[in-house]
């Protein structure tokens, strides 16, 4: 089976703007989760969507939003972006259970 | 306080040695453990889960769970280089869909 796929891998984007990030999940896993990763903070949940439907938040502000599509897969849109929001951005899927698999990351640069 | 502590290291060892990473967490609502294991500029990898207490082997990899210490270990035997990597362990809820992940270990295996 394919792996968790994150589009773009590199981003470098100016203050204010906003920001789409991709995901694909492994196949047949319907539950999309998506994490931020700073060297200051670590890894820290955003949301999580199941069937399209977001079940889950963390405690972000409301710049970041998401959505998931009939087939699985995933965006997550960081509006009028701020120099703190620069951060691996990495989304796991899994079938809902337990464990969950992460893609390689879009890294986001904030300048 | 965090609800999961996991010394950042640096942890350097020869090849060979057995080594001991650690993680401490204060949430007794945690039943379900991980070990993700991530190289630089990559997204983290699954490489143990465990549910409740006790120990679940894999190869090299053991894990060991002590909920009634709210203590979580991952040994590696016979370290390889290719072992470098940072080592974060991740845990959750039975029924909660985000998992609380630990800061990580940075560890270097020495040829």
């Known amino acids: 089976k394919a792996g968790v796929t994150q589009t773009p891998r590199y981003l470098i984007k100016t203050r204010g703007q906003q920001v789409t990030l991709s995901c694909s999940p492994i196949s047949g896993h319907r539950s999309v989760s998506w994490y931020q990763q700073t060297p200051g903070q670590g890894l820290q949940f955003l949301f999580e969507y199941f069937s399209e439907t977001q079940r889950n938040k963390g405690n972000f502000p409301g710049r970041f939003s998401g959505r998931q599509f009939s087939n699985s897969r995933s965006e997550m849109n960081v509006s009028t972006l701020e120099l703190g929001d620069s951060a691996l951005y990495l989304c796991?899927?899994?079938?809902?259970?337990?464990?969950?698999?992460f893609g390689p990351g879009t890294r986001l640069l904030v300048l | 306080q965090k609800e999961v502590e996991q010394d950042p290291g640096p942890l350097s060892v020869p090849e060979g040695a057995i080594v001991s990473l650690n993680c401490t967490y204060s949430n007794s609502a945690f039943q379900y453990f991980m070990w993700y294991r991530q190289y630089s500029r990559k997204g983290p990898e699954l490489l143990m889960y465990?549910?409740?207490?006790g120990n679940k082997e894999d190869g090299r990899f053991t894990a060991q769970v002590d909920k009634s210490s709210k203590y979580i270990s991952l040994f590696i035997r016979d370290s390889q280089p290719s072992d470098s990597a940072t080592y974060l362990c991740?845990?959750?809820?039975?029924?909660?869909?985000?998992?609380?992940f630990g800061s990580g270990t940075q560890l270097t295996v020495l040829p």
């Open positions: 991740a845990m959750k809820e039975g029924s909660a869909r985000q998992l609380t």
């Open positions: 465990t549910y409740s207490s």
């Open positions: 796991a899927s899994s079938t809902g259970q337990e464990t969950q698999y």
